[in-house]
């Protein structure tokens, strides 16, 4: 972890915190949206750029190092990122490779972007702010390069509430009959069966088991009325999680969950998806339900109070259908987090 490093301008995070958040990776952005023409991004308060020169995909600090213009108001010429202020333009690893002002003259060593590492991978363009070592620890998705499994990359959306609080909707298992009853959720069906999360190396994981259908409400689905539901949740700490869900006749149904922290109070949403059933179904549909789906915790998340995620087990109650919850917090805090997640 780099010790000496400047935080970002107007932080929102208390700096032990964010020091701990950046060595992870975040996805910024989806792939396809990518191109030569500059994107503007934003991870824990870092005003970020992406763009791809040649076949080679740059992730950098958005500000020009001559005047401190954001490059994301630039444009592409085929040969990198033009800044609009003096027309400066970065290339290959964000190194400027040209200066109209001075075409004659040798271009300083330090006229370069301060690029971070970037790959891409379910669709999203992934960075990480303060790598440790060598490793691309990036969480994995279940089936998603399995040729029997499609692949479909939801848009992306943005909540306005800090990133731990969604990632806990997320593995919550006891509020389906109460905030999902226009999507899957069932209000005659509430009672949680005991189950228990089981650590992982980077995080835990949870095989839930019940009676609560995953088929959209209207839709004839094919389980028999007797038929037990699995959910299996993977955790990668921080703020990633997948879901598989067992369908009848061995379906299976991959959401990637991933949370990437704008800022403390702001979340930007990426959500893929890998299913092997139903691929015969327009994928705007999958878009959409998906979206509704995320849009019912939207409005629980938003409204949450405190806006922190609190760390401390004594702030809040529990109830025995919080295992998952309970192992989420304590395992940010075996990272060192705040005790009161502060935001």
């Known amino acids: 972890m780099i010790k000496d490093r400047t935080l970002p301008l107007q932080c929102t995070f208390v700096e032990s915190d964010w020091r701990i958040l950046a060595t992870h990776w975040y996805p910024i952005a989806q792939a396809s949206v990518v191109g030569e023409q500059p994107i503007k991004a934003m991870l824990l308060d870092e005003p970020l750029v992406a763009y791809r020169v040649a076949s080679e995909l740059v992730v950098a600090r958005d500000v020009c190092p001559h005047r401190g213009v954001p490059l994301s108001m630039g444009q592409a010429d085929g040969q990198g990122v033009v800044c609009p202020y003096h ?62 499994f499609q692949q479909i990359v939801c848009p992306a959306f943005e909540v306005q509430a800090f990133a731990g609080r969604q990632v806990e909707g997320f593995l919550d298992v006891a ?63 921080p703020f990633t999680a997948t879901l598989t869900v067992h369908f009848p006749e061995n379906g299976r149904l ?21 299913r092997n059933f139903d691929k015969d179904l327009p994928v705007e549909d999958c878009h959409a339900f998906n979206l509704r789906v995320f849009e019912e915790d939207r409005a629980i998340v938003e ?37 009161f997640f502060l935001s």
């Open 254 to 274: 991959v959401i990637m969950n991933a949370a990437s922290p704008v800022s403390a109070k702001v979340t930007r949403m990426f959500a893929p998806i890998a």
């Open 303 to 339: 409204a949450q109070k405190p806006e922190r995620l609190p760390l401390d087990p004594a702030l809040e109650v529990h109830i025995p259908a919080d295992m998952s919850s309970i192992a989420y917090r304590k395992g940010l805090r075996s990272q060192g987090l705040s005790q």
């Open 175 to 237: 509020h389906f009959g109460f905030v999902h009853t226009d999507t899957f959720g069932d209000p005659n069906n509430l009672e949680i069966p005991p189950y228990r999360p089981t650590p992982t190396e980077q995080g835990f994981e949870v095989r839930y088991l019940s009676t609560v259908g995953n088929y959209p409400i209207g839709i004839d689905g094919k389980a028999p009325a007797d038929f037990t539901w699995l959910r299996h949740f993977e955790v990668h700490l």
């Open 87 to 148: 027309g400066l333009r970065f290339g290959h690893g964000g190194k400027c490779n040209k200066v109209p002002a001075s075409p004659n003259a040798a271009i300083p060593s330090r006229m370069q972007l301060y690029t971070y590492p970037a790959v891409e991978r379910y669709g999203l363009i992934w960075t990480c702010l303060d790598p440790q070592g060598e490793g691309v620890d990036i969480p994995k998705m279940p089936h998603w390069d399995e040729p029997e």
